[in-house]
C-alpha cells in the first residue's frame, strides 16, 4: 500500500522531543571497533511492526551478511523503531503492544537487536529526524565508537535498513519531500532488501534515486520471503494458524492479549 502523505522538510532542528522518563536503549551496542580500517555502521529500521515477523529479524541477518561480503563496513548495532500511534495506518496496533512484541522478540531470539521506543510513544516523528535523533545519541550522546588500543573516537554512521516497497513510495510523489530524500540517502544512506512480490523492481525503484545511487546498497533476497505483517493479521483475523512466520514468544503475546483478533471468536489458541 502507499504510505499515507505527510507533511514539513524541516529537519535542520537539533531539538528532539522525547517520551516521558525516556533513555536511548544501548545495552547490546557495541562501542568498541574490531575492525579499525572499516567505517562504523548502525543499523535503523523504520516501520508499523504490527506485530513483528521473521521477516523483520532476518532483514537485519542478511544485512549482516552483505554488509561482511560486499562493504568496508562495521556493524555496531541494530535496532527497530516502530512507529507512532499517529502514523494511523490500517492494521496498526497500539505502539505499546508494538513496542512490547519488538522487545519480546529482539531479547529473546537476537544477541545483538535493540528497540527504540523513542518515536512510537510521541507525536509522528518523520524517518529523517528519527535517523538525526539515532545520531544524536550515538554519537553526540555515547561519543560514537573506540577505536582498539587508543582512545580515539570514532563518527558511527546511521543506516537506514528497509524493504524494497519502502524504496519505491521515495519516487512518488508527495511521500517524502526532495529535503528528507536528500538528508536520509545524502547523509546517512540505505541497505534495502528486495522483497518478493514488490510492484516495482529494485532497479526501477532506484532510478529515481539515482543522485544518492553510491549510498543505497542493495540485498537480494538468497531465500525468497515474503511473510508481512498485513498476511499475519489477516490469518490471526481468520483463525489460521501463524506458528514459525514469528517468534512464539511474540504469538503468546499476541494471544495473551487477544490482538488482532476482533473478529476471530475462533482464532487458535495453539496458534
Ligand atoms: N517480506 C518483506 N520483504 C522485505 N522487506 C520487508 C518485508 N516485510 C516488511 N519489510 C520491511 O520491513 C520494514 C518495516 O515494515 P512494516 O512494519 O511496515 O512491515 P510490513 O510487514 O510491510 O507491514 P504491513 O504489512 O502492516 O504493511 C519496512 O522497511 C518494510 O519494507
Ligand atoms: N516522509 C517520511 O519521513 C516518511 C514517508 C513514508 C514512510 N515513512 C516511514 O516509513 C516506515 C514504514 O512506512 P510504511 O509502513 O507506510 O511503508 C514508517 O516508519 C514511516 O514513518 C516515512
Known sequence: MSAPLLEGNDNSSPHFTAPPNYTFPHHRLNLLQRYPEKQPIVLVACGSFSPVTYLHLRMFEMALDYVRQNTDFEVMGGYTSPVSDQYKKPGLLSA??????????TEQTSQWLMVDPWEAFQSYQR????LDHF????????GGAQLPSSDERRHIRVVLLAGSDLISTMSE???WSETDLDHILGKYGTLIVERAGSDMDMDTATEALARWRHNIFLMPQLIQNDVSSTKVRLF?????SVR???????????EEH??????ASNYDKKG
Open 96 to 105: 505499546h503492544h508494538r513496542v512490547n512484541m519488538c522487545t519480546i522478540a
Open 127 to 130: 524517518t529523517a529526524v528519527v
Open 135 to 142: 545520531d544524536h545519541e550515538i554519537n553526540t550522546v555515547l
Open 173 to 175: 510523489p508527495g511521500v
Open 236 to 240: 490471526i483475523r481468520r483463525g489460521l
Open 244 to 254: 514459525y512466520l514469528l517468534p512464539a514468544p511474540v504469538i503468546d503475546y499476541i
Open 258 to 263: 487477544s490482538l488482532y483478533a476482533d473478529d
